[in-house]
């Protein structure tokens, strides 16, 4: 029994994070997807292109490659908190841009505030969740991105109110939705294969 019961926890808390409440979000998705439009990626970064296009598109040194992870540093902007660099993750699945995370090291809540207050401008209220990971997250959905925000308070766990948001604690990611839908059940079939 423990053969089996390990295995699955694992692969639920993995790849809880991005995919809390699907089922909720799918119903809404409808709803929502005539309404915004997140663009189809990350600035001009595209779901589907290559690592080698994405390096190309960046147009600066990759500061790590992980394989199915390439990590770009973008330095510091009049928001980034002092000894903290913006950093921007790009993840591949089959050699396809299907996630985009960025650490943006943040300085203060007021910084957090003006970005969230820009999304909720842009695309309208939030989803709000609580992470599998820790903390809580505002997602946006078109049908072809998710957009999420994660806030952590300083212990890393969902904050209660604004004022407990730990500035250094926030990540952003967008979602390429029909990439990450086919890796989900291609593991799933790994998974179900492994039983």
Known sequence: MKKIVIPLIC?????????????EQAGKTADIKSEINLGGGYKNLKWGMSKDTVIKM??????????????????RDQYTAAGETKSLHCFFYKDKLWKVGMY?????I????????????????????????GGLMLSW???????????????KHAPQTMSE??????????????????????QSNDVASYF
């Open 11 to 23: 692969f639920v808390v993995f790849f809880g994070f991005g995919c809390a409440n699907k089922e």
């Open 58 to 75: 960046m147009n600066q040194k990759v500061a790590e490659d992980l394989g199915d992870q390439i990590v770009f540093n973008l330095g």
């Open 104 to 108: 943006p090291g943040f300085g203060n």
């Open 110 to 133: 007021d910084h957090v505030s003006l970005v969230l207050s820009d999304f909720e401008s842009k695309f309208g209220k939030p989803i709000a969740t609580d992470s599998a990971k």
């Open 141 to 155: 959905n078109d049908g072809e991105t998710e957009l999420i925000v994660v806030l952590m308070d300083r212990n």
């Open 165 to 186: 948001v730990y500035p250094q604690y926030v990540f952003v990611v967008y979602i390429g939705v029909e990439i990450r839908d086919k890796m989900l059940a291609a």
